[in-house]
Structure formats: C-alpha cells, structure tokens
C-alpha cells in the first residue's frame, strides 16, 4: 500500500528543506517523466501541444516542452504569464532554445493554436495543479472543451486541471494527493503514475508529512487459500446470511462467502421472503434460525425494510456469541433504527461489525445517527455535521469522507465502514484505505451483495475486520478490472462464474 497526503505542498517542502534539494530538481524530474513517456510512444515527428499556466504546474510544461523539443513537433500555449520563479526560469530557457510559444492574449496566435489541436498526436494539461482552488475561468473551460474532443493522446500533469480535462494518463510528481481520489478526479484521470521527483519515494516519505490514507494495492491483500493439508470444513466458518423480501440479493451474498473460502453458508430466511421461487445451489443450506455454530452473520441485502425479526436474532446472537462479527448492507443501513441497533452491537466485547454503504445510503445513515445522538455530541462531531452530506459532496470530497470515517470509528469503535463508490473508502480502527481499483462494469445490481458476502466470509474465517475488509474489497474491484473496466455485461453470475471458475 502507499501512503496518500492531503497537503502535498506540505511534503514537498520538507523534502526540499530536508535533503537541500534545489528549487529546479524537482520540476526537472516531473519533466523527465513525462518526457520519457512521450518519447517512447512517439514514432516519427509527431505534433505535442502543451497548455501551461502561470504557476509551477506550467513550469513543468515549459521544462517537459525544452526536453522533446528537438524530438517532436512542439508548440506550447502561454496562457498566462508565469509568476512562480521555478516557472519563469523555465520559460526564460524555452524562449532563448526558440519553442514556439503561442500567446493566448493574441488573437491570432490563439487561433493558430486551436487549429492545431485536431492534427494533435500530444496534449498536455499543464494549466493547474493540486493547488488550484476555485472555478476555471470560463474562457478556459471553453478551451479545454476543445482539447477534450482531440483524439490526441492526453496528458494531465499533476492533476486534471479544474477535473474537467479527460486525461488517458496522469503523472503525479512524488506522492499520491488525496485530490485524485474524488470520484470527479477519477473519471478524468486516466491511468495515474507516480514518478519520482529527484530522490526515492521512500526518503521522500521520511521528510515528515503526514499521510491521510493509504492506497491498496492488489498484493496488499490476503486471499483464503488453504494452505493446511489437514484441514475440514469446521476450519473455515460457519456464514449466515439473512434473506428478506428480494431473496435473490441473499442468494448472490450467500453464493459469494461460500465461493471466498467460507467452510459452511447457511441462508436463514424471515417470513416474508421470496426464497422458493428461486433454484439455489446444494452447497447452501437453509436455516430457521442462525445456525448455531455461525462465526459471521450477514443482514440487509434484499430487505426492503427494516427487519424487526432478523434484528432481534442479531442481537440475541451476538450476546450469546464469543467472538461475534456481522456485515450490515443495503436498506437497513438507511432505517432510524439502526443507529440504536449498532450501539448495542458495538458495545459487545470482541465484536467485529462492517458497513457497506453507498453514498446515499452513507449520507442518510449520518443523518439518523445524528438525529440519534446529538445531544450526546461533541463539539468536533457536531463541527462536522454542519457539514453537506449530499451524494455530490460525498463524491467530489475526499477529504469529507476520511473524517466521517474517523468519526464512526471513535463513535463506534469496533465497526468499519467500507464507502462503495467509484474509489472505495474503508475506515477502521482510525485509519483510511482507499480501493482505487473499481471499474464502471461493477455498475450492476448485485455487485453490492457480492461484497457483503465476500467481507462476511473472511470474517467467518476468522479473518481481522481490517484484512476482510481491504481484501474483499480489492479482490471485488481488481476482478472487475479484469473483466473489462468498459464491460457493460459483468452480471453478479458472471462475477461468480469467471472469478470462481475451477
């Protein structure tokens, strides 16, 4: 996993003060990486046009169009004169090597440049970076509208300027910023690399910033492999996954622990479900009741209301239960019941509890939970309740949801809470990963389910709420990645079928 900072800036000059890197390496390097891409795709004279702004993010430009002058076409668009002292250096120099730049101010010289842009082999977004706070001007909206409909290779450095230009790759320069991990930045980013600026990424990270989150990759995770040769199925847990009303959601969460290692998976029905009507596999079975020797249970997926029964059951489980653990999903994470329900569950010794929720349920669960305990508050908590909930806000700030998990994870100490987005936030024990490997195929009803019933598996087996959670998750998005990140026919089936097949 990688470490991800809020505050690049923060860091950057840390190093810098640290190692006594001089004010151009940095930007020397950011231009290399880039470079280097550029030129190893570049098959002939081909034409790179770069759009630079008035900061150090242009000053990359100015720095990555000195390096391939002599390789490519290139033409850079002054959009501003640059006012950081890195930046200006770097136009000096392309000014005194002749790189064509074009001046945006001209009128003539702005219309060379735009009838440039669909004989582009290269654009590079060198506009904004991480910094930049605020609306684009709309003069710079309308040109990025026309950058967006080149058929150029794109590149972002940095960051997509303002998210609105569709970079196909993005360079981070040193570390992983929190920014590229809105749900907004990940529909505009393209592939991101990080690439080192001048020293390795992990003197980089010793300079002393502080990271927010840590970005999982897939060698992070810990699969259920059976690795025992003396093993039985008792050594592998025992999942219960309630069926509500639409006992097909049952079905897919029950399907998926016993596929991910769960050594027995019971389905316990409540009285108004649907589950005749469906073919379910042998390899399930079906209870009244939670089976005695059950070590996960799984609530929520496919009841269309709070389950009165199947809550009381929980609950008379867990204090009967040693070690209890439980995964909460779907409609009962949206019910004003719930917040009495998860204090008396989390105030159980050794309790191991997740949360699925997507943005719109993640936004009406705090708003229950705060109506449930505002009087109880503190002053932080209800600081941060004043805060917009919506699923727009929940998507574009990342940093909102890394202190909502915080603050469900000193509120209730023993549950995590996995936020299903496009980039997937887990909160556990005070800590924030992030799963950046989700792909719009997952898009589907069902690929909920599926999770819930992965994460309760590796709990089954006994498994750390931190590990079930991150591997579940990642095994989810990594395998929809597989499947084709564009596909629009990745069914729950299929997900079983392809990602279980012998």
Known sequence: MFPVYENPCELEKLAKEKYCIPPFLMMENAAKSMADFILQKCTGNKTVLLVCGKGNNGGDGYALARLIKNYC??????????????????????????????????????????????????????????????ELKIEIKKLIEKLNSSKACKIACDISSGLLFNADFTFTMGEYKLALFSDKAKAVSGTIFRKEI????????????????????????????????????????????????KSGAGILAASAAMNFGSGLTSLVPVKNSNLSQFKISPSLMISNEIPAKTTCV????????????????????????????????????????????????????????????????????????????????????ASLFQQDFSVQSLAENPALKLAIGKFMNQT?????????????????????YIIAD????????????????????????????????????????????LFGEQAFNLTPQKFLELCFKS
């Open 73 to 134: 076409n290139v033409f850079v668009l002054l959009l501003e004169q640059p006012t950081a002292q890195e930046a200006k250096t770097q136009f000096q120099i392309c000014n005194a090597l002749g790189v064509k730049i074009l001046n945006a101010n001209s009128e003539s010289e702005f219309s060379q440049f735009l009838k440039l842009i669909p004989k582009a082999d290269f654009i590079v977004d060198c506009i904004y970076g991480t910094g930049f706070k605020g």
């Open 198 to 245: 001048g020293i390795s990424f992990e003197d980089f990270e010793k300079a002393g910033g502080k990271s927010e989150a840590n970005l999982i990759e897939y060698d992070d995770i810990e699969l259920p492999l059976r690795k025992n040769k003396a093993a039985h199925k008792g050594k592998y847990g025992h999942t219960a996954i309630f069926c509500g009303e």
């Open 298 to 381: 799984v609530l929520g997926s496919g009841f269309t209301e709070f389950p009165e029964e199947a809550a009381a059951a929980l609950v008379e489980w867990f204090n009967s239960c040693k070690n209890p653990a439980v995964v909460l999903d779907a409609t009962i994470l949206t019910s004003p019941k719930l917040p009495p329900l998860l204090t008396s569950l989390d105030n159980r010794k050794n309790a191991k509890i997740v949360l699925t929720p997507h943005l719109l349920e993640l936004s009406v669960l705090l708003k229950n939970i705060f109506d449930y305990s505002k009087n109880q508050q503190s002053a932080a908590a």
């Open 412 to 432: 209730f100490p023993n549950t995590a809470v996995v936020m299903k987005s496009a980039n997937t936030f887990i909160a556990q024990g005070g800590e924030s």
């Open 438 to 481: 989700g792909s719009p195929s997952l898009a589907k009803g069902g690929s909920g389910d599926l999770l819930a019933g992965l994460i309760g598996a590796l709990l089954a087996q006994g498994y750390s709420t931190k590990s079930a959670c991150i591997t579940a998750a990642e095994y989810h998005a990594h395998q929809s990645k």
